[in-house]
């Protein structure tokens, strides 16, 4: 109903300022540029584009103001400009105060609310909440697991070596990685590890020692500013290792990288009021409120490692047979462990072999975490060839009752360990409903970059009729096959056979985290705090008694010292706090101690620019000048003492905001945005209202106390 009103309403009133234009033309241009916005407007009520339709109405506004037979025309036109402010600032904030209990003014104690139309709050996402400080909250700590970033970079210079030996022995060619062939050929000269318990060392043994001069000064150029090496041509090994202040480098870079990615997600979750700062290896991360289910889903996507990567089976060679094929282990096997799963593997076009895969079902009691681990430690004891790792992936069953999947244990996946795709090659991911289905199923669509598609495809031309591991946070969320050469740099990764509400939230969750970028090395919760709000409760009722006290006394001393010029200021000084507030809501803000006092700073800048102007024009009045003649000098006067006076402030909270984190930065914020609503009311709107005066109520004499 409503949609109907705004969508023909506005184009009825654009019809009646076209005509209004039309028989008057000394104010045609402005009532046609109404006529103009309110078409436009009603044209964006009917596409249901609420800000477009916002910004036009404020135009057909403002332009209704700069046609009234008021004064002049650039009086009228900055009087819109004011008016359309403040519009923009009430609409911002009318969601907030809708929202909080405010006290009544009279008999009734009871709290009461601004009334707000559900249309208003469904499209004005702006809100001001109150800061950790103030309503208490949650604070989360966790820990980088900076060995991990340092091991990655280890990994990539491990890969990078063995692409440049399978070149040095001519096995490949080219810029493009190695072929497996290639690969498999050069092990059989070259025996290259990555010692478990050292992130940051690689080995490389030839089998002929005289091979040891494949690595010449070019291969060590190539390498010598991250790492250092140690020759034995005895034994025919060269050791790799990366530098120390390399590996201080990657930490740093690690944490910081980490709190970006943090910051992205929480953005992308709506809370811009929580803060993240990192201390030592630790980001922490406050977020206000008191809704526990919301506290779990910010654990949920904060924890996510969100590290993709795409690794082929080598369905060729049957690890687990070999093992239950083999001489039993020295390590007893766990409960619920079974080597002596089977199925057909495809290995090529009119090919497949059969393979086994180790499964373990979780104890009555038992996490799927705790199964996992206790899987991987008896696994451990198998050997493993440098190139191939084990992925593990989720077995599920339906439960009976719910009619909803269910994860009861884990499996193997025998894979490559070089990942041929990763996530930092995915350009965007969205979750999106399986059509083919009709059940309800949904999946993540990925898009590559031109870089991984180009890697995507050639990947999937070599390996048809091969399983495609898509492996997610360390675990395989699928093992498709690849039917046939995948062009046009996009993929999928579904969400296994849970109920179609599980499969949506995993979806959106997955969507969130890969859009926001993968962490750079995992992290782990080292601690967690809830913060009461009786400590908030205490200072936001100091605070905003010493700031309503100190704004009333300071509003009071204006009236009685300048009379009406003083009530002029104070309007401005409400109306400077007004905008900054808004602005503060449009930001999605939160407003803490700290930044109750930017705004009772700002209060008093704002008073101090109004004395400057009011103390001018009184001299000019002493002088013997008119009253218009007083103000305008009076202002000229004093603009350049206001400036000089909010940029010194300014430049000072541009340095807390750059360098200071937390309630300093909050605090810095606040102040900027108060220094240009300053400018805005104490120097351009007050300046309105004295040329009303003078100019159209043709005042005699100026009233300045």
Not at 569 to 588: D, K, P
């Amino acid at each position: 109903m409503l949609q109907n009103i705004l969508q023909f309403g506005f184009p009825a009133l654009g019809l009646i300022s076209a005509v209004g234009g039309y028989l008057s033309k000394p104010r045609r241009t402005p009532l046609w540029v109404a006529a103009v916005a309110a078409g436009l407007a009603g044209l964006s009520a009917y596409n249901q584009s609420f800000w477009a339709m916002i910004t036009f109405v404020m135009i057909m506004l403002w332009a209704g103001i700069a046609a009234l037979p008021i004064l002049d025309f650039p009086w009228r036109f900055k009087t819109g400009i004011v008016l359309v402010a403040f519009l923009f600032g009430g609409l911002a904030l009318w969601p907030t105060l809708a929202e909080r209990d405010l006290p009544k003014m009279w008999g009734d104690k009871s709290p009461w609310r601004v009334p707000c139309p559900e249309y208003i709050k469904d499209n004005v996402s702006f809100r001001l909440v109150a800061g950790l400080d103030l309503r208490g909250g949650l604070r989360l700590t966790y820990t980088v697991d900076v060995s991990e970033a340092i091991r990655d970079r280890r990994d990539r210079y491990y890969d990078e070596m063995r692409g440049l030996l399978a070149t040095r022995y001519g096995f490949h060619q080219g810029e493009r990685l190695p072929t497996r062939e290639a690969l498999e050929k050069l092990t059989a000269k070259v025996e290259m590890t990555k010692p478990r318990n050292d992130a940051s060392a690689i080995v490389i043994k030839f089998k002929d020692p005289a091979d040891t001069s494949k690595i010449d000064e070019e291969f060590v150029k190539r390498f010598q500013g991250d790492t250092q090496h140690i020759r034995n041509p005895a034994d025919g090994t060269v050791a790799f290792r990366i530098k120390t202040d390399v590996e201080s480098s990657i930490r740093e870079r690690a944490v910081t990288q980490a709190k970006e990615t943090i910051n992205r997600r929480v953005d992308e979750l709506g809370l811009r009021e929580a803060s993240v700062v990192v201390r030592g290896e630790d980001v922490i991360i406050e977020v206000p409120g008191e809704d526990e289910k919301g506290f779990q889903e910010i654990r949920d996507i904060i924890g996510r490692t969100a590290r993709l990567e795409f690794k082929i089976l080598d369905d060729d060679y049957d690890y687990i047979g070999k093992h239950v094929r083999g001489k039993p282990s020295d390590v007893p096997m766990p409960d619920g462990v079974s080597l002596d799963n089977q199925e057909n593997a495809p290995v090529g076009v009119g090919k497949s072999n059969p393979v086994h895969y180790a499964t373990i079902l979780k104890g009555e009691n038992e996490t799927m975490t705790d199964a996992l681990g206790r899987l991987k430690g008896y696994l451990e004891t198998f050997d493993m060839p440098n190139d191939r790792e084990l992925g593990f992936g989720a077995v599920t069953e339906m439960d009976e009752e719910t009619y909803r999947s269910r994860e009861k244990g884990w499996r193997t996946y025998y894979l490559h360990s070089r990942a041929d795709i990763t996530g930092d090659q995915i350009r965007d991911a969205s979750a999106t409903p399986d059509q083919s289905t009709g059940m309800g199923n949904w999946y993540v669509s990925l898009t590559f970059t031109d870089m991984g598609g180009d890697r995507f495809e050639e990947i999937t031309g070599a390996n048809i009729k091969r399983r495609f591991a898509i492996i997610l946070d360390n675990k395989v969320q699928s093992a498709p096959v690849i039917q046939a050469r995948i062009a046009g740099g996009h993929a999928q990764i579904t969400m296994g056979a849970s109920d179609p509400q599980t499969q949506l939230e995993e979806s959106r969750q997955l969507e969130l985290v890969l859009r926001s970028g993968a962490l750079p090395a995992p992290i782990t919760p080292s601690n967690e705090q809830r913060i009461g709000p009786s400590l908030g409760n205490d200072a936001i009722d100091q605070g905003m008694m010493a700031t309503a006290v100190g704004a009333a006394l300071v509003l009071g001393f204006m009236f009685m010292y300048y009379s009406r010029a003083g009530l002029i200021a104070n309007c401005a000084v409400i109306g400077n706090l007004f905008l900054q507030l808004a602005i503060l809501a449009s930001f999605g803000a939160s407003m803490t101690l700290p930044g109750i006092a930017g705004l009772a700073l700002t209060i008093g800048m704002s008073v101090d620019a109004n004395v400057l102007i009011n103390e001018r024009i009184r001299e000019e009045v002493r002088g013997g000048k008119s009253p218009r003649a007083a103000i305008e000098a009076g202002y000229e006067k004093a603009l350049s003492a206001i400036v000089d006076s909010n940029l010194t402030t300014l430049l000072a909270a541009l340095v807390l905001s750059q360098y200071g984190t937390g309630p300093i930065k909050g605090f810095a914020i606040t102040l900027m945005i108060g220094m240009v609503t300053n400018l805005f009311t104490g120097v351009f709107a007050t300046r309105l209202v004295f040329d009303y005066f003078v100019r159209f109520k043709k005042i005699k004499a100026l009233r300045l106390g």
